[in-house]
């Protein structure tokens, strides 16, 4: 028989099985997806069931479909649970077994790694007594396999180094499965970077997105025809039916019509890629960020002349052109109730310093001083469509000469006013940052930015409305009194300071944002 869901049991007030009685509290009991919330005394409370006393009667619903929120909301210490991770074989093996061991600290149980005899990974939770408490079991055949596992319920979570797409969406809607990308369903893990790398003893650390195409196709094969030695490059790279190798034909080489050179040295995986570049000085790769290692990336020269460098704090906003999101999935019913937690975890302030000691671009709120932004301020001088006068630049200038920028940085859905899925997540970092005394400023500024499409004075105004559009999400979020309303500015700079080339989707993309800034 089905188990019924939230909306259900909002209608019928069902009677309770035994479970133990406690202090009634006040408590919310909100949906996965965040939609609906029921708001009561929490009475009773056992492994499976919440039971609550609303207005309209007594309610028992399920743990495994509600995040309870209250200070007196009980520490849910489930029984036996098994579920299974599927999807990208790299997230699996390089980021999954850290978080999952800080997960288990969190809860004080004992984790133990093992090797199931396919050679996907297994990991046990123990508690002090040596009371098995948890299996959780991996399936590491790529994103498209975890996202058909999660429908086929061969899964509780599917981990994907891409979006869902549009047809894997409706699949799981006419499954009957809900809306994936409602809130809390589609979660971004982590976030990495696409990245060409060369040895520290190159002399040569930019590289034009004109010039990696014909470097990875065989057009240019000499250092000389970079600014380098008179020597032969030498390439080296994942098979193209790695992700990583797919990658650098989909971004690098189909946009221009070419095909990589058969003259490429393939390895097995990204950070050996990295190790044999870092050792070779006339070498360079196609690798991620998360495994560049002891090679140094090169820094990507736009057509405009605008320099997008890799490093933390640029993927970690999304201004380099290469950077992608890491995905997590669940579905809004039938999630084992450990599972729910753990998702719970990586929202933590300890996961995301996880995720940044494994090599990964984590969701932490970072400050980065103004001295450190002049890249950003050399490109607002550089020729472009943008309609700004030098005026207006000196302004900003004044603006943020004695500010901090974070790195949270908001973005809307394509074509769309709507806040993208990190985003929202986003809004409540920023808000909780605030309220527990991580960010301690006096003064919030949301400066709002567009690309240079369309004429100058609209897009002022549309800056301007996605930055108050920002604010007012961020003041539903903060707790009453957390923060002075007034120190919290929205100002709209339009097509003033781009941080990307307006000539391709991906660079108008990165330039409209809204940008969080301290003082």
């Not at 070779?280 to 736009?302: C, H, K, Q, V, W």
């Not at 890249?375 to 943008?386: E, N, S």
């Not at 806040?419 to 960010?439: M, T, V």
Request: glycine share 8%.
């Amino acid at each position: 028989m089905k188990r019924p869901d939230l909306k259900t049991l909002l209608c019928t007030a069902l009677i309770a099985v035994a479970p133990v009685a406690i202090n009634a509290q006040q408590v919310v009991l909100q949906s996965l997806d965040g939609t609906i919330s029921v708001t009561g005394e929490l009475t009773e409370y056992d492994s499976e069931n919440y039971v609550i006393r609303t207005n309209i009667g007594e309610m028992t619903i399920p743990v495994s479909q509600v995040t309870c929120i209250g200070a007196d909301c009980p520490e849910i210490t489930p029984d036996f649970t098994e579920f299974t991770i599927s999807g990208a074989r790299s997230l699996a093996l390089n980021l999954l077994p850290d978080l999952l061991d800080g997960f288990g600290r969190s809860l004080e149980l004992d984790v133990t790694h093992l090797t199931q005899a396919d050679g996907s990974p297994k990991v046990l939770f123990t508690d002090f007594d040596g009371n098995e408490v948890a299996e959780i079991s991996f399936l590491m055949n790529g994103s498209t396999s975890g996202i058909s596992d999660l429908v086929t319920s061969q899964a509780s979570i599917a981990l994907t180094t891409r979006p869902m797409r549009p047809e894997e969406a409706s699949a799981i809607s006419a499954a009957g499965l809900g809306d994936i990308f409602a809130p809390g369903l589609e979660n971004i893990l982590a976030l990495d970077g696409l990245v060409i790398v060369t040895s520290t003893q190159n002399g040569v650390h930019i590289i034009s997105e004109d010039q990696i195409a014909k470097v990875f196709s065989g057009e240019v094969t000499n250092w000389s025809e970079l600014g380098g030695d008179d020597a032969q490059i030498n390439l080296y790279v994942r098979p193209e039916n790695s992700d990583t190798g797919a990658l650098l034909s989909q971004f690098v080489l189909r946009p221009v019509s070419a095909r990589l050179s058969r003259n490429v040295i393939e390895l097995a995986s990204d950070s050996a890629v990295s190790d044999a570049v870092s050792s070779d000085p006339y070498g360079i790769g196609f690798t991620t960020f998360s495994n560049e290692r002891s090679a140094r990336s090169m820094s990507i020269l736009g057509a405009c002349g605008i320099q997008s460098p890799a490093n933390d704090f640029t993927i970690k906003t999304e201004e380099y052109p290469f950077t992608r999101r890491l995905y997590l999935y669940r579905l809004a019913n039938n999630v084992p109730v450990l599972a729910n937690k753990f998702i719970e975890y990586l929202d933590s302030v300890e996961a995301q310093r996880i995720v940044a000691f494994s090599g990964f671009a984590g969701q932490g709120v970072v400050e980065e001083s103004v001295n450190n932004q002049g890249l950003r301020f050399l490109a607002a001088m550089l020729p472009t469509d943008a309609e700004a006068s030098l005026a207006e630049i000196q302004n900003m200038m004044v603006e943020l000469g004695t500010a901090r920028r974070l790195t949270l940085t908001y973005r809307f859905d394509q074509n769309t006013s709507q806040l993208d899925s990190r985003s929202k997540a986003d809004i409540i970092r920023l808000a909780r940052g605030i309220e527990d005394g991580q960010i301690s400023s006096r003064e919030i500024i949301l400066i709002g930015f567009t690309d240079s499409v369309g004429e100058g004075v609209v897009n002022k105004s549309l800056s301007l409305t996605r930055a108050e559009q920002v604010r007012e999400a961020l003041l539903l979020e903060l707790a009453s009194g957390s923060f002075a309303e007034e120190n919290i500015r929205a100002v709209g700079y339009g097509e003033l300071s781009p941080l990307s080339c307006d000539a391709g989707l991906t660079g108008r993309q990165i330039n409209q944002r809204v940008e969080v800034w301290t003082r």
